[in-house]
């Protein structure tokens, strides 16, 4: 077996089915499908092993530990030379893992694949496309970082597939909001970043999603990324931002550098942008 495919769920008794139907229907087949279930109290249990395939490998917490510490468990649990989350409500089409698994084949430099993004809703139905224009093939560290934080956005690119020695060398996901940037910023000091040319992942977008929603509060994510921390989270992208330039410290000091100077210049281009919106009609 060498992929691990990891789902963290919580109740995910409305999607989970489906998204379970869609990884087990993939042209390829080395892999397991390990699904940590965060102590649901819905239906999900017994949706899960109604399926009875001996790729899935289910395991449950015995008590709520959050999302966040969810979506480290499977990492930890994971068996594989290689690794890709899933979320209980994403799809993926039937040759996502294959062209993903060839483009790290083809590339030992890379750490990560990932294809283009389609983003859908509650019932299945595509929204939009989303370009996630993080194909980082340059030599250098510093190079494929200040790209990075140029042009991150939705985090699309973890969903992909990684190489599992890479990935736990990064801090994995931390307990503040949007600590998914501080995590992909790691994999592209360590490596590159290869985008398949298909449009072959569906991030679903709901009332329940965890932070596309465009309902979601603050407080909530705060919850969902440290459910034992404060009930607010003060000045998060603040945080995000220093705490990304320590971890990137600690791999390659310029990277850290290209990581703060570009940072603060898409930050400085995005408020000139809104005041020329506001003010020029």
Known sequence: MRLTVG????????????????????????????????????????????FGDPRIRYTRTDRNIGGVHNFNRVVALAEGELFKWTGYDDMCAPTMLSRCVEALDA?????LAYPRTVLIDGAGERTRSHRDFLDLRAPSAWRRVARYARKISLVNPMYGVIRTGALRRTGILRTYVSSDYT??????ALGEFHEVPEELFFRRVHEDSTALAPQRELADLAR??????????????????????????????????AWTLNWNARKSKDRLSRLKRRFVR
């Open 224 to 257: 969902w990324w440290n459910p034992d921390g404060p009930a607010r989270a003060r000045a998060p992208r603040l945080r995000m931002q220093a705490e990304t330039a320590r971890a990137l410290l600690a791999i390659d000091p310029a990277s850290a550098v």
């Open 107 to 111: 590339a030992p430099g890379a750490v």
């Open 7 to 50: 789902m963290p769920v919580y109740n995910g008794e409305k999607y989970v089915a489906e998204t379970i139907a869609a990884l087990l229907a993939q042209d390829y087949d080395d892999f397991e499908l390990l699904i940590s279930d965060n102590c649901s109290t819905d239906s999900t249990p017994e949706i899960v092993r109604s």
């Open 183 to 188: 995590m992909l910023a790691e994999l592209a």
